[in-house]
């Protein structure tokens, strides 16, 4: 007996028969004696036809807006729960994120969780409801809606868990848990027993979609252990925490992320100030650089090139010619056709040739690699975007096939 958070993605809910076979979930574990809050996302792809009615009408509209509608994805799955639930004779109560108690950032589309006030949550389960919660939403200090970012469902669920302790913070989805790579591209992929915070804070943000990134870095700092696993199958998942068993793996798994574009810059005065220049200018537009490689300098002038978030692309482009004009750089040039392809494990710290094996897949199968980065758990490479499903799976083979 306890309290239980459960969150329910998208395909978990996207028609009335998977909505009741939530709701057999989660009144079976409230049947046990427990505590349920239950986090749910929009139903199937009901946040991206959402998107799409926006862009029809306005692509500038202001994130605010965007936000409103965003949101309304949410509050149709928890009315929709709430009466299954209700149907299956159980107490339950559905709540908005305001009402639930989710204050954030204002920073519309990308809001971050300031706190949740719990006494709204905490008098409803006082009350023996069973409390299904929208997630993905909160409010403003200003009292308006706001979003947390695509996948943020799982980062809402998560935070009631922290504010509320918990004994259990349940994550289901469409597959089994946590893999050595997505299970739906890659056949032989392996479901993890385990992973560490830090593997899977990597994986995350590096691509695997399976969970929000903010959603595994917050349970890091709370020492929540959460538990990934499948609402259509009664399969084990896979336990996210501290420290992980090693599988006698190497690494935990290989993750693919095509909202990337690179930029390149050629024939810059090689002197002290320009990339300081370059990123502040960035910067100071919000974009956010991630792999970033200069070339030697030759004939007092060197070439840099760094990757961005694929919508960031142009606004760099554009910021970067102007500089560029400025200084008597030579051209700036986009390129939106490239992946990163990384591969994460904690054993990577300890074992040598792991990125030389990564590279060797590569090699073998005629891939060309643009550009590296490295961190102690992990290898990212920067190659065309057509060669992203191939890479994955010869970097699977490379490190699993032969176990
Ligand atoms: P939900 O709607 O339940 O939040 P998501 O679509 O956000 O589900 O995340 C689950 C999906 O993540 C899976 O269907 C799978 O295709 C994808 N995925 C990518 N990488 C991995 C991985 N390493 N392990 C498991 N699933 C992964
Ligand atoms: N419905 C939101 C999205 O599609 C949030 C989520 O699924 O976690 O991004
Ligand atoms: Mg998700």
Not at 10 to 29: F, H, L, P
Not at 244 to 251: G, N, R
């Amino acid at each position: 007996m306890g309290l239980i958070v459960q969150k329910f993605g998208g395909t978990s809910v996207k028609d009335a028969e998977r909505v009741m076979n939530v709701a057999k979930i989660v009144t079976d574990t409230y049947k046990k004696g427990n505590n349920v809050v239950v986090v749910v996302s929009a139903q199937g792809d009901t946040t991206d036809d959402l998107i799409d009615k926006a862009n029809e009408i306005n692509p500038d509209a202001t994130n605010r807006e965007k936000d409103m509608l965003l949101a309304a994805g949410e509050q149709i799955s928890i009315a929709l729960l709430a009466m299954a639930i209700q149907k299956l004779g159980y107490p339950v109560v559905s709540l908005l994120g305001w009402q639930a108690g989710f204050e954030t950032t204002s920073m519309h589309t990308n809001a971050r969780i300031r706190r949740i006030n719990s006494e709204r949550l905490k008098s409803e389960l006082d009350r023996r409801n069973i409390v299904v919660v929208a997630g993905f939403q909160g409010i403003s200090r200003y009292g308006d809606v706001t979003t947390l970012g695509r996948g943020g469902s799982d980062t809402s669920a998560v935070a009631i868990a922290c504010a509320l302790h918990a004994d259990l913070c349940q994550i289901y989805t469409d597959v089994e848990g946590v893999y050595t790579a997505d299970p739906r591209k890659v056949k032989n992929a392996k479901k993890l027993g385990e992973i560490s915070y830090d593997e899977m804070l990597e994986l995350a943000t590096l691509g695997a979609q399976v969970l929000h990134n903010r959603s595994v870095e917050m349970a890091k700092k709370y020492n929540l252990e959460l538990e990934v696993l499948s609402s259509l199958t009664n399969a084990p998942g896979t336990i996210v925490k501290e420290t992980a068993k090693m599988e006698k793996m190497l690494i935990s798994g290989v993750a693919k992320d095509t909202n990337v574009a690179r930029i390149s810059i050629t024939e810059l005065p090689d002197k002290p100030g320009i990339v300081f220049k370059i990123f502040s200018k960035l910067s100071s537009k919000d974009i956010n650089i991630d792999i970033i490689l200069q070339s030697v300098g030759r004939d007092n002038t060197k070439d840099i090139a760094f990757t961005v978030a694929k919508e960031k692309g142009k606004q760099a482009l554009e910021l970067l010619n102007e500089y560029a004009r400025e200084i008597g750089a030579g051209s700036v040039v986009l390129d939106e056709n490239v992946a990163k392809v990384s591969i994460v494990g904690a054993g990577m710290e300890t074992h040598a040739g792991v990125a030389s094996k990564m590279f060797e897949a590569l090699y073998d199968n005629q891939i060309n690699i643009q550009m590296i980065s490295t961190s102690e758990i992990k290898v990212s490479v920067l190659i065309d975007i057509n060669d992203a499903d191939r890479a994955v799976s010869a970097i699977h083979s490379k490190f699993f096939d032969a176990e």
